[in-house]
Nanobody, 117 residues
Framework: VQLQASGGGLVQPGGSLNLSCAAS????????MGWHRQAPGKQRELVAT???????NYAESVKGRFTVTRDNAKNTAYLQMNSLKPEDTAVYYC????????????WGQGTLVTVSS
């Protein structure tokens, strides 16, 4: 199983980025995909999830600004991030788990998002 996260970079406050998570060995549409982030000196937090059934949930801190989607044909999950703030700066990780479990089994390597002017 491999999850390849990409799309991070440096963006100004108010800007946008679209992160991708390309999966192999696990079916994105058959699992819950979770986007997590870890800022320097802080604990990792879950920011968005997309279940196999298509239900999306977001942390309060990103609700209305971030959107999680997937492309079944490409077996890829995405995190569209708009109206970015400096406090969104973190390493972002995608992860996958069966919907009925609480533990994410598979993790990507992380992609760095820096929001700064």
């Amino acid at each position: 199983v491999q999850l390849q996260a990409s799309g991070g970079g440096l963006v100004q406050p108010g800007g946008s980025l679209n992160l991708s998570c390309a999966a192999s060995g696990v079916i994105v549409s058959g699992n819950t995909m979770g986007w997590h982030r870890q800022a320097p000196g802080k604990q990792r937090e879950l920011v968005a999830t997309l279940t196999a059934g298509g239900a999306a949930n977001y942390a309060e801190s990103v609700k209305g600004r971030f959107t999680v989607t997937r492309d079944n044909a490409k077996n890829t999950a995405y995190l569209q991030m708009n109206s970015l703030k400096p406090e969104d700066t973190a390493v972002y990780y995608c992860a996958a788990k069966p919907t009925w479990t609480s533990v994410y089994n598979y993790w990507g390597q992380g992609t760095l998002v820096t929001v700064s002017s």
